[in-house]
Structures are given as structure tokens and as C-alpha cells.
């Protein structure tokens, strides 16, 4: 029998972290025969959901789920964690400045980082949610210098899954059918959702551009790419409170690819260290770029034909990035 993974889980009995729990707990994020522990940290103001929250895990009664460890203490929670997705942030008050907000979460994120780099394994996989993700992502990794930059990730593939839902809607075509449509940039309005380099497979199993099979270069370049920008804001404004299941959702295919391996052929949208200058783009920042992944290593894809129109793009969230750095971190 395979030895259980160890996933910490910040922010547990949060909206999205609640949901990121029974996800895992079924099998969503390593498969139906890998069984986990869950490691779960929250505030000490957030210890009565906490337990509420592993009680009903325990009802769950599922399987795969070897043990549960509940904690307001990150090194407890961190102790020799295989992945940790850090969804617990602050949230951005009233009359809050996005200066404020990343001050406020350098904080979280710095304790975090040097909690992980002191009893996480070396090996650690984490995955950041919580905003502003990648800003977060960097700080924990800049505190946690005995772990590889390379294990520190931001999730955008919500927004990946975003441009497929939109484009299967589009095309009236299955969203499995769709491939290699990725995000580049930040999670946040100025990512780029880029369409040039994915395929749409007919009903004659054939693969086909996207450009081509939408055949409208008006909607790709401007209400597509808005409409996945501001998607958060979209269900906010419905449901009156943010979207939550498909963060989690989002987050269990990130971890999934990242340890299983991506599929033959296809890659996926990753926030990563940015490095040698690839596609222009600044080194030392996590960037989402398309990656694919084997034996649980990510690796960006190579050799991608970028347009004008991309460059922008590209250039315009690396900015913001660069400022969140500074803002951050001084650097
Ligand atoms: P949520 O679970 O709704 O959101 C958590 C974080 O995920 C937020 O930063 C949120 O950003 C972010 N996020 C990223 N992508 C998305 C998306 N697509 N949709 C929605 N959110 C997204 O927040 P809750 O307030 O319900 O839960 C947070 C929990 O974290 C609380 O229980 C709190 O006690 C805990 N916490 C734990 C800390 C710790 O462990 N040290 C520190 C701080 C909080 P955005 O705000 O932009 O929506």
C-alpha cells in the first residue's frame, strides 16, 4: 500500500478551503487509490468551524483519508508536509489600498515561509491561493530559502478553467475537447488568456486552431479575454459572495498534474518562478506560463510562437508583478 501523502491545508475551514478538504479527502487531488493526511491550520478565532469542519470529514468516513491534524500553529500544520496549499489570506477590508492588502499579507506570508522552511519537507509542493496569490507565493519562497524556488506555485488554472468552460460554450463542443489554452501573467485583471496556441478536436477527431474554429478575431482578442478577467467579479456580483468550488476544484488539477505528470501532448497554466529571460519575461517573479510536468517537475513550455499583440499583454501583468515585488518585498 502506498504511503499516505501529507497535505497542509491553510485557511481550512474558509469557504474555499472547507470545500478544498472533502475534495481530497475523496481522492480528488492524487487519485482514488492514494490515501492522504490532512494537516489543517486556521486562526485561533477560527478554531470552533476547524473542528466542526474535521468532524465532518470524520462522518465523511472516506477511505483515503488516513488521519486528520487540525492546528493553529504553522509549524505543527507544516510539519514534514508533502504539498501545502496555502489558501488562508487576508481578505481586502473597506477602503483598503491593494498597498495595504499586500503589506498585510506579506505578513501571513512570511511566517508561513519560514515555518515551511523549518519542518516542511525539502520536497514540499506548495501551492498558493489565497491573494495576491503569486506576490504570496514569492514572499513564502524568499522566507523559506532552504526549500527549491522551483516548489513555489500560485494557481491560475481557475482561470484556465475559466477560458475552456467560455470557449465550450462558445463552440458548443466539450470542454475535454479543448487543449492547451492557457494563462499567462498574474492572477489578477491583467493576466492574458491566450487562445493562439490551443486546438479544438472535431467531431472527425481532428485537431483544429481555436483562432479557426471560432473564426472571430474581435471576440478572442477583447470580450473573451475580459469576460475570463473579470469572471470572479461576475459571480460576486450573482451569488453575493465569491466563487469558492471551483477555486478548490482548480486547485486539486493543479496539485493533481504537478504530481501525476500533465497528459501527453497538453500543458497547462502554472504561476512559477520566472527564470533565463523565458518569453522576455523578468526573472524572479512567479509568472504563470504553460507548463508540463513529469516525475513532479514542472517545466515551461519551449519554443511557442508569440505574437505583438501577446508581447503587450505579457509585458503589462509582468509589470504589475514587478510592482507587487517592490511593494512587497523592496526588490
Ligand atoms: P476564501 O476561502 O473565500 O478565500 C481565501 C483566499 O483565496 C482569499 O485570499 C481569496 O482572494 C483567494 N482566492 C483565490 N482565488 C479565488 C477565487 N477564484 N475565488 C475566490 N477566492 C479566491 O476566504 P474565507 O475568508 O472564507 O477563508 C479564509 C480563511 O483563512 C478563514 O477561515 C481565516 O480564518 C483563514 N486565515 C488563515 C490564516 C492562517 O492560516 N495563517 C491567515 C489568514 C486567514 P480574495 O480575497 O481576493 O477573494
Known amino acids: ?27 480528488r487531488m492524487f487519485g482514488p487509490y492514494q490515501k492522504v493526511i490532512l494537516q489543517l491550520l486556521e486562526l485561533p478565532a477560527a478554531e470552533g468551524p476547524l473542528k466542526g469542519l474535521c468532524l465532518e470529514l470524520q462522518d465523511g468516513a472516506y477511505p483515503l483519508l488516513a488521519e486528520i491534524r487540525p492546528s493553529t500553529n504553522a509549524e505543527e500544520a507544516f510539519k514534514d508536509a508533502d504539498v501545502a496549499v ?26 508561513q515561509g519560514e515555518a515551511l522552511d523549518k519542518v516542511a519537507k525539502k520536497t514540499v509542493k506548495v501551492c498558493v491561493v489565497g491573494n495576491p496569490a503569486n506576490t504570496n507565493a514569492l514572499i513564502a519562497s524568499h522566507y523559506a530559502p532552504s526549500i ?7 494557481l491560475t488554472r481557475l482561470d484556465q478553467n475559466r477560458a475552456l468552460s467560455q470557449l465550450s460554450d462558445k ?36 485537431r483544429i486552431k481555436i483562432r479557426q474554429a471560432v473564426n472571430d478575431d474581435n471576440y478572442l482578442n477583447d470580450a473573451f479575454i475580459s469576460r475570463v478577467q473579470k469572471r470572479g467579479g461576475e459571480i460576486i456580483s450573482v451569488m453575493k459572495k465569491s466563487s469558492a468550488a471551483s477555486a478548490a476544484s482548480a486547485a486539486c488539477d493543479h496539485v493533481h498534474d504537478w504530481w501525476v505528470g500533465t497528459k501527453p501532448g497538453e500543458f497547462v497554466s502554472m504561476a512559477v518562478i520566472s527564470d533565463n529571460n523565458k518569453y522576455g519575461v523578468a526573472n524572479g517573479i512567479i509568472y ?12 515551461v513550455v519551449n519554443g511557442l510562437n508569440i505574437d505583438e499583440f501577446s508581447k503587450k499583454k505579457f509585458k503589462a501583468t509582468e509589470d504589475e508583478l514587478l510592482e507587487e515585488r517592490k511593494m512587497a518585498l523592496n526588490i
Open 148 to 154: 527549491p524556488k522551483k516548489n513555489f506555485s500560485a
Open 288 to 299: 504563470s506560463f504553460p507548463v508540463v510536468c513529469k516525475n513532479g517537475e514542472w517545466q
Open 171 to 206: 463552440l458548443k463542443t466539450r470542454v475535454e475537447d479543448i487543449k492547451n489554452v492557457v494563462i499567462w501573467g498574474n492572477h489578477s485583471l491583467t493576466q492574458y488568456p491566450d487562445v493562439n496556441h490551443g486546438e479544438v478536436i472535431g467531431a472527425d477527431g481532428k
Open 1 to 27: 500500500e502506498n504511503k499516505p501523502i501529507r497535505v497542509a491545508v491553510t485557511g481550512a475551514a474558509g469557504q474555499i478551503g472547507s470545500v478544498l478538504c472533502f475534495f481530497i479527502a475523496q481522492g
Open 86 to 111: 496555502l489558501v488562508g489570506a487576508k481578505p481586502r477590508g473597506p477602503g483598503m489600498e491593494r498597498k495595504d492588502l499586500l503589506n498585510e499579507n506579506a505578513k501571513i506570508f512570511k511566517v
